[in-house]
């Protein structure tokens, strides 16, 4: 709903009515031009039907923000109260006080059926700055809001507020002036030349104008070829400011290394334990393949070891594990990111915060131990928006440290989409249609859904009861039984399902459309086939209210350390010399949002604003976000712990972590594309910095 009202108000109520507005500013300064009495009579019931249609346009817009406003609350509807609504009430209000009067009064002196020429009195009348003025102020309103419609205002509002206060000025006075002018030579209009040149005079100057301006505006917009992570404005989130970027010159320079400066620290020295034998190695190996999906479809993808997904790393909780990456053929480079896990720094795998991308015929070797369990993935954090995309990622699965395993079949979900000659096909791991698994009856099933993809996808289970038992690896307490219940999973996200297969077929039906095909198949001989006729499942899961409350380390009503503001809005402009529409968060884009400054220990409080029309599922790296309350109310459930906390359109989420993982974090959208535009930002601990770099003369390139 949010996303429907909003839509319509930007791009449709918005430029509706603009245009009425414009076409009433330029029919009002015609009329002490008109031909004769029943011309100028012909031009005043045009003028009023122009207005009266931007009447009806500005009441909509006016009925959605207040819509918004109730059902939604003051956060997501803050900058249209503030900015757009007086750019509607305050002109109508003129215009109906000063401008609807006089036209009235034109209006009652004229005859349909009466040709004479106008009198001097007409065109003083039909010029009269107090009709004028207010029509054509209004139409400048109505271009300032559609702007700020499409490049929405953002904290400090004071900043945008003094900008349109200057503009509204600028063109009051201006259009005032051209008012009395007009009223002036009401008696005898400018000759054709002359209205040319003026015409042709202020279109150079404002075409002069916005070409400066688009040009700086470009050029602030490109990435530059070197910066360092370091290098950001902070964001103190109202806590303690510390000293945050002191020693970049020398971390870019190579002035410093381990250990050489009192309460500096590089990510380099964040690692996991370097001795020891590993009780699990890995090696992966990035490379080029054509795949094949079980329909036949080829997909020219990026592989780990030649396959897709990559390798399931199947690991035990509190192993000791080594990864060496190798990088055959992608010639970008390649890292590997462990998505969920809350690592040491510098094994986070991101190129350019916390180590330098691995380039054709390079090695990397990853060591951490594992100290969670649960479901995750791992992915190249190198060029992630195309790397992941084309193939290069996998599963990753850590069992419990001592008991065995509950369940007697344990089946990871992947879902991706990928690209093919016959264009984007979806599929759960490499099967694009519903893979047949066999179950024997009274078998508990576990099934570990990842969504490998961007978007927002759903999961439907039909012929058992099921139960959600884990969130992004992290165990719900006392989950309950669930049927015909529809589950979102946004990009990056997790859900474990558990159900004891009854003597009939199991189904999960996978993706957004009802006429998509995907998914499993359970049954005891392995041979079923999906039904033709799906259900189309009940209530969409609310995790926010499932299972049961427990005891947790901190509450919404706890003293937080630190508190931030996430604003995730629309804005147009330039990213990296491109112009369109962007996705912004708290007004602006990477390299440009603030980063995050905490110091170890702290408790931080982050609240997400989503006020675009799509849904963005925000990722933190190296820690767990306890969700506090979704949309002002409380979670009631059991404790609802997350690493990508997928936030739909008009959504508003808090959440809490505790800051015990020192490092340069990223915090980013999960939709990888979004990411890729400039919705990227990070959080960074006090004293901590990177001898890598990012940028267009660098191999580092994260998003």
């Known amino acids: 709903m949010f996303a429907v009202l909003n839509e319509m108000d930007t791009y449709l109520l918005s430029v509706l009515l603009m245009f009425y507005l414009l076409m009433a500013g330029r029919r009002a300064g015609s009329l002490a031009y008109g031909k004769d009495r029943r011309h100028l009579l012909r031009q005043v019931r045009r003028l009023r039907r122009s207005l009266a249609y931007a009447g009806v346009m ?14 939604y609350g003051w956060l997501l509807i803050r900058d249209k109260i503030l900015f757009l609504l007086p ?57 300032l809001g559609f702007w700020l419609s499409l490049a929405s205002p953002h904290m400090p509002f004071w900043k945008d507020g003094a900008a349109v206060c200057l503009v509204l000025a600028a063109s009051g006075i201006w259009l005032w002036w051209t008012c009395r002018a007009r009223y002036d030579q009401a008696l005898l209009r400018p000759r054709l030349s002359r209205r040319l040149l003026r015409g042709a005079a202020v279109t150079l100057v404002l075409a002069g104008g916005a070409a400066v301006f688009l040009w700086n505006e470009w050029k602030a917009s490109l990435l530059p070829d070197r910066m360092v992570m370091t290098g950001h404005a902070a964001d103190f989130g109202g806590g303690v400011e510390f000293a945050h970027a002191a020693a970049d010159h020398h971390v870019r320079h190579g002035m410093h290394h381990a250990g050489d400066a009192a309460g500096l620290v590089s990510v380099t020295e964040l690692t996991g334990p370097r001795d020891g034998e590993p009780d699990r190695r890995f090696v992966l190996t990035a490379r080029k393949a054509t795949v094949r999906l079980d329909s036949g479809a080829e997909a020219e993808a990026w592989t780990f070891n030649g396959q897709i997904p990559g390798p399931e790393l199947r690991i035990r909780q509190g192993e000791l594990v080594e990864v060496v990456l190798i990088n055959e053929d992608i010639e970008k480079g390649v890292t590997i990111h462990w998505h969920g896990l809350n690592v040491p720094n510098a094994e986070d795998g991101v190129a350019g915060m916390t180590q330098d991308a691995v380039m054709p015929g390079e090695t990397h070797t990853y060591r951490f131990r594992t100290e969670q369990k649960g479901t995750y993935w791992y992915h190249s954090h190198q060029q992630s928006s195309v790397q992941v995309a084309r193939g290069l990622f996998g599963p990753l699965i850590i069992e419990p440290q001592s008991a065995p395993p509950e369940e007697d079949l344990d089946i990871p ?37 990842i969504n490998a993809d961007n978007n927002l996808q759903h999961f439907h289970l039909s012929g058992a009861p099921f139960r959600v038992v884990a969130i992004d690896g992290n165990d719900i307490h006392q989950p309950t039984d669930l049927t015909n219940a529809r589950l979102k999973l946004g990009g990056g996200g997790r859900y474990d399902l558990v159900f004891t297969m009854p003597d009939h077929p199991v189904v999960l039906k996978a993706g957004t459309s009802t006429k998509q095909r995907l998914g499993l198949v359970l049954s005891e001989d392995g041979l079923a086939e999906a039904p033709q006729d799906l259900p189309a499942g009940g209530p969409f899961f609310n995790p926010a209210s499932y299972g049961s409350p427990q005891p947790v380390p901190f509450d919404r009503n706890s003293r937080f350390d630190r508190e931030f503001v996430i604003d995730m809005h629309n804005s147009i402009g330039f990213y990296n010399g491109r112009f369109g529409l962007l996705l912004a968060m708290n007004g602006e884009v990477f390299p440009n949002i603030p980063t995050l400054m905490v110091r170890e220990g ?54 809490g972590f505790q800051a015990n993982n020192p490092g340069l974090w990223m915090d980013h959208c999960h939709n990888l594309e979004h990411a890729a535009a400039g919705m990227a930002m990070h959080l960074a601990y006090e004293g901590v910095t990177t001898p890598y770099e990012v940028g267009r003369a660098t191999n580092n390139h994260p998003e």
């Open 58 to 71: 500005a009441f909509l817009r006016i009925t959605v923000f207040v819509t918004l406003w109730m059902e």
């Open 87 to 143: 750019l509607i009430v305050l002109p109508a209000i003129a215009v109906r006080l000063f401008s609807v009067p006089r036209l009235a009064a034109i209006t009652s002196r004229l005859n349909p059926q009466d040709d004479a020429p106008l009198t001097p009195k007409d065109r003083r009348a039909a010029a009269d700055p107090g009709l004028l003025f207010p029509i054509q102020f209004a139409a400048v309103c109505g271009v």
């Open 413 to 449: 979900v992947v879902y991706h989409e990928w690209s093919t000659a016959d264009g984007r096909i979806p599929a759960i791991g490499r099967s694009d249609g519903f893979a047949r698994w066999k179950a024997a009856p009274g078998e508990k099933v576990r099934l570990r859904l």
């Open 602 to 655: 702290e408790l931080v409080k982050v609240t997400f604003i989503n006020r675009t029309a799509i849904d963005h599922p925000m990722h933190l790296h190296g820690h767990h976000m306890l969700v506090l309350s979704r949309n002002g109310k409380p979670v009631t459930g059991s404790p609802w712990w997350t690493d990508t906390l997928d936030v739909e359109p008009g959504e508003i989420y808090e959440v």
